[in-house]
């Protein structure tokens, strides 16, 4: 068994969290990791507070275990959902794509353990003496919006400047991310690829097979122009994007060129105007599975791997 003090914090029995993958991220596959012992994470995404309500509450009829929710913050519905989970008293609280200050008195108020992600060493420090319960640096290897460092790079440096625990995000599937994770200083890790194969992430069909037969040079970055550096599969729609951004397109107009293509991937499963998030850890994502077996396995895989690291040590 691996202790580590962010599931002393939780009251959770493995220290993986499952990322909070907007249009993904519901309250099925929450219940479903928590269940299986992880960290369990609703999305809000760009959805309003009525859609996060009903969620939250799908996953405690599921679960009595603790549950969190995502709050993007370049949402609209950012301000609303703040305050949605304090009433639905949800146990923690992360957030993505910015700087939750404004926040975060109300939420430690009501109880709340807030563990923003941060991208940067500026970004760690301002959210330690804020009063987050830990952090999560998360590296341009993840899905999604991309911070600049790479999580190898950004990890140790985080854990330098902070006191808090730290948990790890950005290219971990398995359990050699999990105990290089831990060797970087982590305490736990966050995955959101990897729970794209599990049996209760709703995700069109298309969506998975892309996942399972991703290889190792598939994902790309678009939007830096614009300032939203997104990684996500190399699609027709990523292609087509990225000719748009560098072939000198208006920026109101690229802007529009990209609504609505997350949710044509992940509920029509669009081959060709979907926008499929991903990480470059995609090629290590080869089987479906329960999300209980993803996060079991990953921690009974780092085990071993941790236990003889000190061979190395004469
Ligand atoms: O948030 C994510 N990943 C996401 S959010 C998302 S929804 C979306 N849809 C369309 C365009 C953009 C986003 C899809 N994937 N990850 C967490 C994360 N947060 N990565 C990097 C950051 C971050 C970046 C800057 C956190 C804080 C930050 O602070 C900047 C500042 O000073 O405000």
Known sequence: ???????????????VFQGGMAWIADGKLAAAVSNGGGLGIIAAGNA?????????????????????????????????????VIEEKVEVVTTGAGNPSKYMKAWKEAGICVIPVVASVAMAKLMTRLGASALIAEGGESGGHVGELTTMVLVPQVCDATTLPVIAAGGIADGRGVAAAFMLGACGVQMGTRFLSAYECSIHPNYK???????????????????????????????EYSKAE?????????????????????????????????????????????????????????????????????
């Open 209 to 239: 097979e892309k996942i399972l037969k991703a290889t190792d040079l598939c994902t790309m970055v678009t939007g830096k122009r614009l300032g939203h550096p997104v990684r996500s599969l190399r699609t027709p729609f990523a292609r």
């Open 1 to 15: 068994m691996i202790e580590s003090p962010i599931c002393k914090l939780l009251g959770i029995q493995y220290p």
């Open 48 to 84: 309003p507070g009525s859609y996060v309500r009903d969620q939250i509450r799908i996953a405690r009829s599921l679960t009595d275990k603790p549950i969190g929710v995502n709050i993007m913050l370049m949402s609209p519905f950012a301000q609303e959902v703040a305050q949605v």
């Open 246 to 314: 560098y072939g000198g397109m208006g920026d109101e107009e690229l802007e529009a060129l990209a609504v609505g293509k997350l949710r044509m991937a992940v509920q029509e499963g669009d081959n060709e105007q979907g926008c499929f998030l991903a990480g470059q850890i995609a090629a290590m994502v080869r089987k479906e599975q329960s999300a209980a077996d993803i996060v079991r396995e990953v921690m009974e895989e780092a085990e071993p791997i941790l236990r003889e690291a000190s061979r190395w040590v004469k």
